[in-house]
């Protein structure tokens, strides 16, 4: 049976060692400007579709915008499956004002499979005049 005093120090030793592996954590400075979801009209979320080391799963091999008649903004992604298999994606389509700001018309996640070797047309429609802008956003399907 341990000790009253040794249940003491381990005790002690417990939180001393608990207090040394937290310390003072520095902010890290964010660039809006380096920021991908802003400069770039499609962004890969995952970095396993996107390897730079590897040959890549996913490649974008067109992307255009057009309007409706009633002004609307059309966007239209041409994204090329690279592998030899079944490919799940989930794409969305993030809207924005002529100031860079999101409307809130964002679109729901859209389960995507692409074939091997095959290319997959995305488009979606803005439901609001507003929309200027737009971000794709591609990431494994979950």
Known sequence: MLKPSRIFYLVTGIFLLNGCATGPYHAIPY????????NLKVVILDKDLDNQFSSKRVVILAQKTD????????????????????????????FRDEQDFQIGDDTNWELVLIPRYSTYAYKTTAFNPKAKDYTIRIRKAQ
């Open 31 to 38: 660039n809006a400007h380096e920021d991908k979801e802003r």
């Open 67 to 94: 309007w409706t008649e009633d002004k609307r903004l059309k966007v239209y992604c041409e994204i090329r499956n690279m592998k030899d298999e079944l490919l799940r994606l989930q794409v969305q389509t993030v």
